[in-house]
């Protein structure tokens, strides 16, 4: 089994910053890739980054120039820093790593449990 935990939510003001990690671990072999989606209240489950492995980080449009992913994070591991945050950014974030497992041919996608960041005055 693969398990990602997320760390680093809470609550900010509008143009603060704050800054998600996530670790996977369990019986992996290699990480693939590893990013970030977000869910809103009434809202379907939307990408925010995505770091394939030797790869380019991809952001989706609303986040772009205010969220980063940074490319020193460990192995199997993830790191999100968000700045100028809007209250439109107030979502449930969740980790996903696509990960090989040991003894298995194909990798598949593993998601972290989420962590609610809130952005308000």
């Known amino acids: 089994q693969v398990q990602l935990v997320e760390s680093g939510g809470g609550l900010v003001q509008p143009g603060g910053s704050l800054s998600l990690s996530c670790a996977a671990s369990g019986n992996i072999f290699s990480s693939k890739a590893m990013g970030w989606y977000r869910q809103g209240s009434g809202n379907e489950r939307a990408l925010v980054a995505a770091?394939?492995?030797?790869?380019?980080?991809t952001y989706a449009d609303s986040v772009k120039g205010r969220f980063t992913i940074p490319r020193d994070n460990a192995k199997n591991t993830v790191t999100l820093q968000m700045h100028s945050l809007k209250p439109e950014d107030t979502a449930a974030y969740y980790c996903?790593?696509?990960?090989?497992?040991?003894?298995?041919?194909?990798?598949?996608?593993?998601w972290g449990q989420g962590t609610q960041v809130t952005v308000s005055s």
């Open positions: 996903f790593a696509d990960v090989i497992t040991v003894g298995s041919w194909h990798p598949f996608r593993s």
């Open positions: 770091l394939p492995s030797g790869g380019t980080t």
